[in-house]
C-alpha cells in the first residue's frame, strides 16, 4: 500500500471572495495534509475533504466524506468544525481524533484519541466525548450512543500503513480491503454461519492477507481479470 504520498488538489471558487480546496485520495492510498490553519489530517484510501483556502469569521469549517484522523490547533476564539455528509457535525476543541464516515457505512464512528470533541446529529441529539471514548451514529435511524474505553489507537492505526479488525465481519472486512489495495470482491452465496475476523496486518500483499483468511475460516479466494471471487467451504 503507498503511504502518504499521493493524492490530488483542485481549487474552486464559491463566491468571488471565498475560495475552497479539495483534496482526495484514491483507493490504496492514504496522505497526511497541513491545513491552512496549521492542523494535520490523515486521509485514508477513498476519502475526500473539501475546505477554504483561507479560514475566516471567526471559524474554521470542513467537510468530508470517508476516513481522516485530525490533529487540530487549539483556538477557542476560531473553532474547528467537521461536517459528514450523514448530517453529523463535529465541534473541535484542539485535539486528536478519528471520523469514519464513508457514504456506504450505515454506521458512522467518531473515536477521540486526545482533548475534547463535540458531536450534534440532525435530529438534536448531542454527544460530548473524553479521551477513548466513541459515538457510534446510525444514519438510517438518525440515532447515536456513546461507547466508553474504546481503543483509540486501534481505530487510526491505519495512518501508520497497519490494518487492524477485531471481531470484524467478513463483509466490512472485505470493504475496507477493497479500498485499502484497490480491488473488488464479488460474494458467490452466503456461509453457513457468521464469519468475522480479529487480525492485524502491516503492509502486506493481499494475497497474504487472503492467504490468512482461508487458513482460519471456510472462504476461498480466486483471481479473475477484474475482481476476486468469495467463496465458501
Not at 480479529?198 to 483468511?213: H, I, K
Amino acid at each position: 500500500v503507498s503511504s502518504l504520498v499521493f493524492g490530488w488538489l483542485y481549487y474552486r471558487e464559491r463566491m468571488p471572495e471565498e475560495l475552497f480546496a479539495e483534496v482526495a485520495t484514491p483507493a490504496g492510498t492514504v496522505i497526511r495534509y497541513d491545513l491552512p490553519d496549521g492542523s494535520v489530517v490523515w486521509l485514508n484510501a477513498g476519502s475526500r475533504l473539501r475546505y477554504p483556502v483561507r479560514f475566516a469569521g471567526g471559524k474554521r469549517e470542513v467537510e468530508l466524506r470517508g476516513e481522516p484522523y485530525f490533529e487540530v490547533e487549539a483556538d477557542r476564539k476560531s473553532p474547528f468544525y467537521v461536517h459528514t455528509d450523514a448530517g453529523m457535525s463535529v465541534y473541535v476543541y484542539g485535539t486528536s481524533f478519528n471520523v469514519k464516515a464513508y457514504r456506504d457505512d450505515d454506521i458512522v464512528a467518531v473515536t477521540l484519541d486526545e482533548g475534547r470533541v463535540v458531536l450534534d446529529d440532525r435530529r438534536g441529539g448531542r454527544f460530548e466525548l473524553s479521551p477513548s471514548e466513541q459515538t457510534l451514529y446510525d444514519r438510517r435511524s438518525g440515532e447515536g450512543r456513546i461507547v466508553r474505553g474504546a481503543d483509540a489507537m486501534r481505530y487510526s492505526i491505519w495512518k501508520d500503513d497497519v490494518i487492524s479488525f477485531r471481531d470484524t465481519p467478513l463483509a466490512e472486512v472485505l470493504e475496507t480491503l477493497s479500498r485499502w489495495y484497490d480491488v473488488r470482491f464479488e460474494t458467490d452465496g452466503q456461509p453457513d454461519r457468521p464469519i468475522s475476523y480479529t487480525f492485524a496486518t502491516d503492509n502486506t500483499l493481499l494475497d497474504n492477507v487472503l492467504r490468512e483468511m482461508e487458513l482460519i475460516s471456510p472462504v476461498r479466494f480466486e483471481r479473475t481479470k477484474t475482481e476476486i471471487k468469495v467463496s465458501f467451504r
